[in-house]
Antibody
Framework: EVQLVESGGGLVQPGGSLRLSCEAS????????MTWVRQAPGKGLEWVAN????????NYVDSVKGRFTISRDNAKNSLYLQMNSLRPEDTAVYSC?????????WGQGTLVTVSS | DIQMTQSPSSLSASVGDRVIITCRAS??????LNWYQQKPGKAPKLLIY???SLQSGVPSRFSGRGSVTDFTLTISSLQPEDFATYYC?????????FGGGTKVEIK
């Protein structure tokens, strides 16, 4: 069974940093693109970033470019999102998703709240 | 960036109704279009990929059509478990944008 479990969310002040993690199991992690998607409270889905199987290609939505960094460790079956210079508008549930063109498995997400 | 526009933003329907949700892309995306269902407090579930391919395990009452810029998701006979919010997403080019969502409510 595919499992994606996010962690690392919490309350942070504007301008602060957080590092999200996603631990994957039940599939060969190193053979899949991986993606982060977020959802602000009561709002729709927003694609944030994705990363190729070997980490050689990374893509970001404009609103996080230069502030967020996606990475992965295939030996640890883990995906990461380093978030710096956080803003109140970054407040959302961040979910780890398997795949790029066919995102077929989603984690339950971790809540990030940016507030003073 | 490619903008995805869903309509309607919400609808009320009864069990057994045929429901159609539309999604329009701001430029051609070929057939790179997915549909998801999301229930409150739950992760989205992939229903349709590549515009018309039914994801494994998804009931056949769900179907998708379209290409280029205009797409539809049809629920042929609405069931109680189908009341949820539905999203489209283009996977043609990054950022892989989502539509704003369509909330399907009980009439």
């Amino acid at each position: 069974e595919v499992q994606l479990v996010e962690s690392g969310g919490g309350l942070v002040q504007p301008g602060g940093s957080l590092r999200l993690s996603c631990e994957a199991s039940g599939f060969t992690f190193s053979t899949y693109w991986m993606t982060w998607v977020r959802q602000a409270p009561g709002k729709g889905l927003e694609w944030v970033a994705n990363i190729k199987q070997d980490g050689s290609e990374k893509n970001y939505v404009d609103s996080v470019k230069g502030r967020f960094t996606i990475s992965r460790d295939n030996a640890k079956n883990s995906l990461y999102l380093q978030m710096n210079s956080l803003r109140p508008e970054d407040t959302a549930v961040y979910s780890c998703v398997r795949g790029r063109g066919i995102p077929d498995s989603w984690g339950q997400g971790t809540l990030v709240t940016v507030s003073s | 960036d490619i903008q995805m526009t869903q309509s309607p933003s919400s609808l009320s329907a009864s069990v057994g109704d045929r429901v159609i949700i539309t999604c329009r892309a701001s430029q051609s995306i070929s057939s790179y279009l997915n549909w998801y269902q999301q229930k409150p407090g739950k992760a989205p579930k992939l229903l349709i990929y590549a515009a018309s391919s039914l994801q494994s395990g998804v009931p056949s009452r769900f179907s998708g059509r379209g290409s280029v810029t205009d797409f539809t998701l049809t629920i042929s006979s609405l069931q109680p478990e189908d009341f949820a919010t539905y999203y489209c997403q283009q996977t043609y080019s990054t950022p892989l944008t989502f539509g704003g969502g369509t909330k399907v409510e009980i009439k």
